[in-house]
């Protein structure tokens, strides 16, 4: 949900000013309906799979603008009016969903995958506004230092920066648990980047302009280090 997201997902220009503050939105295409769909599976999976991690509160609340209403919920919420609040909460109280129309707010990947399930065909476009309205999706799950590693951008030796503190149990078992949720979203994005390759691989009959914009998706696999996908592509087209 980070690499992926960056790499793999086709967006709108910023300059379109399709996404909230003019950041673009997630293009109607083959791939992105792809990822999606996968993504909605991981999160709707992800609460009855990894019960601890999904505890993990939120660096930043995920807020977006949702189409769901009161009635979508069950008696593990609590009603009032058109808003509405998790009985889960987090160690401070503070329940871990809210909505006050039109916008959610999600704190855990326990609520977000218990949305997922009510959500049942309005899911994807939940999804969709979710990450068109949360571009630094893992830095807010994570926070900053977590989520340089998951985009590449530093050396796994992050994941030690707690360790002078390791005599505090509490902040232990946190980290711990991040690392964990890490490596869970590490792995989802290697599968998405892999899947998003194959996909790429059999399509066939493309048309010039489908295959610049093909070329521009290859291009965002580009990137230096041991960790790339491609180191560079060079295409030079047949067609008349």
């Known amino acids: ?17 399709g996404g909230v503050g003019g950041t673009g939105t997630l293009e109607v295409t083959p791939i992105n309906e792809s990822l999606l769909a996968d993504m ?9 799979e990894h019960p601890l991690e999904a505890a993990h509160v939120f660096k930043e609340p995920l807020r977006w603008t ?23 909460t987090g160690d401070d109280g503070r329940p871990s969903l809210r909505i006050s129309p039109p916008t959610v707010s999600v704190e855990t990947f326990s609520q977000l995958s218990k949305l997922a399930q ?22 807010k799950i994570l926070g900053p230092s977590f989520a340089a590693v998951l985009e590449g951008d530093a050396d796994t030796s992050t994941l030690q920066l707690d360790d002078q503190q390791r005599a505090d149990q509490q902040l232990a078992e946190d980290c711990e648990v991040k690392v964990k949720l890490y490596l869970l979203l590490q792995h989802l994005d290697d599968q998405l980047l892999s899947s998003t390759l194959t996909d790429f ?10 295959v610049k914009n093909e070329v ?19 295409y030079t087209s047949g067609l008349n």
């Not at 691989?201 to 489908?210: D, R, T, W």
């Not at 521009?216 to 060079?234: A, D, I, M, Q, T």
């Open 216 to 234: 521009e998706l290859l291009k965002g696999f580009c990137s230096e280090g041991n960790k790339r996908v491609l180191k560079s592509v060079r």
């Open 201 to 210: 691989s059999k399509e066939v009959g493309l048309s010039p302009s489908a």
């Open 40 to 48: 909605l599976t991981f999160v709707e999976q992800f609460g009855p």
């Open 1 to 17: 949900m980070g690499a992926s997201l960056t790499r793999a997902a086709q967006w709108t220009p910023a300059s379109s000013g």
């Open 66 to 88: 949702t189409a769901l209403a009161a009635s979508d919920f069950n008696e593990d919420y609590d009603i009032s009016g058109a808003d509405v609040q998790s009985q889960e």
């Open 118 to 139: 009510l959500s049942g065909a309005k899911g994807p476009a939940e999804l969709r506004a979710c990450l068109e309205e949360n571009r630094g999706l893992v830095v």
